[in-house]
Nanobody, 123 residues
Framework: QVQLVESGGGLVQAGGSLRISCAAS????????MGWFRQAPGKEREFVAT????????YYADSVKGRFTITSDNARNTVYLQMNSLRPEDTAVYYC????????????????WGQGTQVTVSS
């Protein structure tokens, strides 16, 4: 069983930075791809970033590329999303997710989800 808990959300001014965290339970964290998603009010959940299980490859949505960075601290079973140059349109609930399949070299199957952390960017 995998349990994910996001933290670090809050209110930040446009142009500012914020780092949110996702703490994961389970010994399979270090062998599972992780991802970040977000959902704004009235909109569908969208992909933000992912890091593969080997922690040597990342991928980002075009909307955040160059501004956001996903990292993993395997020793702490924690994945982070560093968000820089924040914009009001980044306002959303941010969710982390874990791949159900360890050692997955293909498309991640994000079957485990956290409850989300609110990020609000003021103009």
């Amino acid at each position: 069983q995998v349990q994910l808990v996001e933290s670090g959300g809050g209110l930040v001014q446009a142009g500012g930075s914020l780092r949110i965290s996702c703490a994961a339970s389970g010994r399979s964290f270090s062998s599972s791809a992780m991802g970040w998603f977000r959902q704004a009010p009235g909109k569908e959940r969208e992909f933000v970033a992912t890091i593969n299980w080997r922690r040597d490859s990342t991928y980002y949505a075009d909307s955040v590329k160059g501004r956001f960075t996903i990292t993993s601290d395997n020793a702490r079973n924690t994945v982070y999303l560093q968000m820089n140059s924040l914009r009001p349109e980044d306002t959303a609930v941010y969710y982390c997710a874990a791949d159900r399949s360890p050692f997955n070299v293909g498309k991640p199957d994000f079957g485990y989800w956290g409850q989300g952390t609110q990020v609000t960017v003021s103009s």
